[in-house]
């Protein structure tokens, strides 16, 4: 179980590693606008496929579990989840990029683009789809390589290719879209032909489910598509608010800034980690004491590196971000009101994870829900009146308030205290 962690663990830095130095590639080779066309598409897909995947990708591995008594019945499981989220994230990529385009905004973001975000929606969703059934066979490892390591790495390698023959500048974002497209449907090729060895054990052929049980499916798997998508919302809907607001290139400059303002968060990673599934140990033996110490530890420790993190990116970014190009110097406000958002949200301490590993998980989903709702009120009009920082100062209040709110349901309910 420890080498599991461990070479998953390693495998998801390689990968985010290897995403940041992607991102600052096409930042440097594309421009302002055409990576702001690139990072909206990307946006808009990641949610797209985040509806349309209708929350298999998790409870698949809860079926996997509970089901392997019954092999006939996770055959038509597994049938019917790839089939069915195939189906309906077509639809929904259909209505939304369809959408799009009826409203006019070919004129902004080229109707290839468009149409590529759409491919790629539905290659996303077959991708997380045989990933969610390696983890549930117990290859998580192989999992977050096929989901993270694998795209980063390819993508990585091609821009390598391309600034060693052309130099800059890339070719523009549709090009680069197209090849993300390919090398998505390349992993989610690679990624079932992984998978296809645990499900040899099943039969061959299983029958189309049957209106109730397919119901029922969808009813385990529906507060999971609910959370995903509200915590997509959380993180991607400063992006997509932008971009149908603003033109593409303010899109690009913000992207940067968020870039940078997500390396902050990086290094506390391997201390959720470890406090996840410890306070989820702790709780359940009702050793609220050393939970409670084990919460004030990581938090201590998020906080002073995040707080140290952001500090060294703020003071370094005036000299970095002119390298990218003379435009994306205005990201500069925006990225220190992110980091400000991001010292204030480390300083609260892990509260979502805590509810989440302590049978309060619908609380955490009521609260992400209603931070998605707000998100998509208050951003659009922070953007209309204070444009890229305005998004900014959005996006961090409303994180903050989902901490705050977290804390709010760790009191009532003395998750870290008993009753005096």
């Not at 993270?148 to 879209?177: C, K, N, W």
């Not at 507060?223 to 997509?232: F, L, N």
């Not at 998980?361 to 922070?382: D, G, K, Y």
């Amino acid at each position: 179980m420890i080498r599991q962690y461990i070479s998953s663990f390693t495998v998801m830095l390689a990968g985010i590693g290897m995403g940041f130095l992607v991102q600052m590639l096409l930042a440097r080779g594309l421009g302002a606008t055409d990576y702001g066309i690139y990072n909206f598409i990307f946006a808009l897909a990641s949610f797209v496929a985040v509806i349309g995947a209708l929350g298999f990708e998790t409870s698949i591995i809860r079926f996997i579990a509970t089901l392997k008594d019954s092999p006939a019945t996770l055959s038509s499981l597994l049938r019917f989840s790839q089939l069915f989220s195939v189906g309906f994230s077509l639809l929904a990529a259909a209505i939304v990029f369809c959408g799009l385009y009826a409203l006019g905004y070919s004129t902004t973001y080229p109707a290839s683009a468009l149409g590529i975000g759409a491919g790629m929606s539905v290659m996303m969703v077959l991708l997380r789809l045989n990933s969610g059934i390696l983890r549930g066979y117990g290859h998580g490892t192989r999992s977050v390589f096929f989901e993270i390591a694998f795209r980063e790495f390819v993508m990585l390698v091609i821009l390598a290719v391309f600034f060693f023959l052309r130099g800059y500048p890339l070719p523009d974002a549709t090009s680069i879209l197209l090849i993300l497209l390919a090398v998505y449907a390349l992993g989610a090729l690679a990624a079932h032909y992984a998978a296809t060895a645990d499900r040899q054990t099943l039969p061959a052929y299983s029958p189309w489910p049957g209106r109730m049980q397919a119901m029922e499916w969808l009813r385990i798997s529906f507060p999971m598509v609910v959370m995903t998508a509200a915590r997509r919302l959380m993180q991607r809907m400063d992006i997509i608010v932008l971009g149908l607001m603003l033109p593409p290139a303010q899109v690009g400059i913000y992207a940067l800034a968020t870039m940078f303002a997500d390396t902050a968060t990086l290094a506390s990673r391997p201390t959720l980690a470890h406090f996840s599934p410890e306070a989820a140990r702790l709780y359940q033996q009702g050793n609220k004491p050393t939970l409670r110490r084990l919460f004030w530890h990581a938090t201590g420790f998020i906080a002073a590196i995040h707080s140290l993190t952001a500090l060294v990116i703020a003071v370094l970014a005036p000299f970095i971000f002119p390298y990218f190009g003379p435009e994306f110097a205005k990201a500069i406000p925006a990225l220190w009101i992110l980091l400000a958002g991001i010292i204030l949200s480390a300083a609260q301490g892990p509260v979502g994870n805590l509810l989440l590993m302590t049978e309060y998980e619908r609380w955490a989903m009521r609260i992400t829900a209603m931070m998605a709702i707000l998100n998509a009120i208050f951003n659009p009009l922070a953007i209309y009146f204070y444009g890229i920082e305005g998004s900014a100062f959005a996006s961090s209040a409303l994180i903050v308030l989902w901490n705050v709110l977290c804390w709010g349901v760790i009191i009532r309910k003395r998750i870290l205290y008993d009753a005096a």
